[in-house]
């Protein structure tokens, strides 16, 4: 027994990058009975949920949620514009660069990793070097972490976007925003981003349990293209369903949509640019104690 008294009050509250701290809000949106699951308010909450979600990620294109992890969501990325045998390139800043790229390869894919540390970002001249270097158009997709939360590198999706241009490379670009999703500015249309995956336990405030991949039109052209892709993975029915069971192919995940609205709202009464505002006032809060 320690002789000092614990100072520890109240509820816990532990800052780590996620699952992260659940505003009261979100926490009892998710307290009630089970909704009904076939018609009704449940129903009805989707489409402006899916609009929403949208707007925080800066695009007009098309967004499919699942019930998973960030794992899942980078897996149904994969699954529905890679093929076994394609080229990805994955220019790595830290630990999950290098998950999403062991994901790529499980799924048969031939994966270029090209590490860069994990003390500096992606160095967009070797990348539009080696894009230029690949005049057979063979690498299919980069994927490209936005934040690397294990080392915590922000690095420049719009500049992978204009490394790709400058080699006129028709590669996707595919974003990891699981770790930056409303915390870091991101701006998919504007950065010319094909592919974005998150989450809903990071900056979305909500206990995992459902992750989303909001992908544009030249994404989708290469999804029709596949020979097939799971059913369960498949994002066209979750992004334009005909029947509400097909949001998230069987029952939804009803508490984290009661959260989720919960959290969309807070972000919205904020607004997201004053959401990334008051981020980068932390950020430079926390850098400037370190340095004193
Ligand atoms: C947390 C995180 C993941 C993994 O998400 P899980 O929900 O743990 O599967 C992937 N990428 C980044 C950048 C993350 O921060």
Redesign the pocket.
């Given at each position: 027994m320690s002789s000092h008294p614990n100072l520890s009050h109240g509820r816990g509250y532990l800052a780590i990058?996620?699952p992260s701290i659940m505003p009261e809000a979100v926490l009892n949106a998710m307290h009630r009975p089970a909704p009904n699951i076939y018609a009704g308010e449940l129903v009805d909450m989707m489409p402006p949920l899916m609009q929403d979600l949208r707007a925080i990620a800066k695009t007009k294109h098309n967004v499919a949620m699942y019930i998973g992890?960030?794992?899942?969501a980078?897996e149904a990325s994969l699954a529905n514009v890679i093929s076994p045998g394609d080229k990805v390139l994955v220019p790595a800043t830290g630990r999950?660069g290098l998950?999403?790229g062991e994901m790529a390869t499980a799924l048969g894919a031939d994966v270029e990793v090209m590490d860069f540390g994990k003390q500096s970002p992606m160095d967009l001249a070797r990348i539009a070097e080696r894009l230029k270097a690949d005049t057979a158009h063979e690498i299919k997709a980069v994927l490209a972490?936005?934040?690397?939360?294990s080392t915590s590198v922000l690095n420049d999706v719009a500049g992978v976007r204009a490394a790709l241009d400058a080699a006129g490379h028709p590669a996707l670009l595919m974003a990891?925003c699981?770790?930056?999703f409303a915390c870091d500015r991101f701006e998919m249309d504007a950065w010319g981003v094909d592919i974005m995956v998150t989450?809903c336990?990071?900056g979305l405030m909500v206990p995992?349990g459902v992750?989303f991949v909001f992908f544009n039109d030249r994404a989708a052209q290469v999804r029709a293209k596949m020979p097939r892709v799971s059913m369960f993975w498949d994002w066209a029915p979750r992004a334009n369903p005909q029947e509400f069971y097909q949001y998230h192919c069987g029952t939804a995940p009803t508490h984290h949509i009661y959260g989720l609205r919960a959290a969309l709202d807070m972000i919205h009464a904020e607004t997201i640019e004053g959401v990334w505002d008051r981020h980068t006032v932390l950020a430079r809060a926390v850098w400037a104690a370190c340095e004193a």
């Open positions: 990058p996620g992890n960030g794992h899942a980078w999950f998950g999403w972490v936005h934040v690397d939360t990891d699981i770790a930056s989450g336990q990071k995992p992750s």
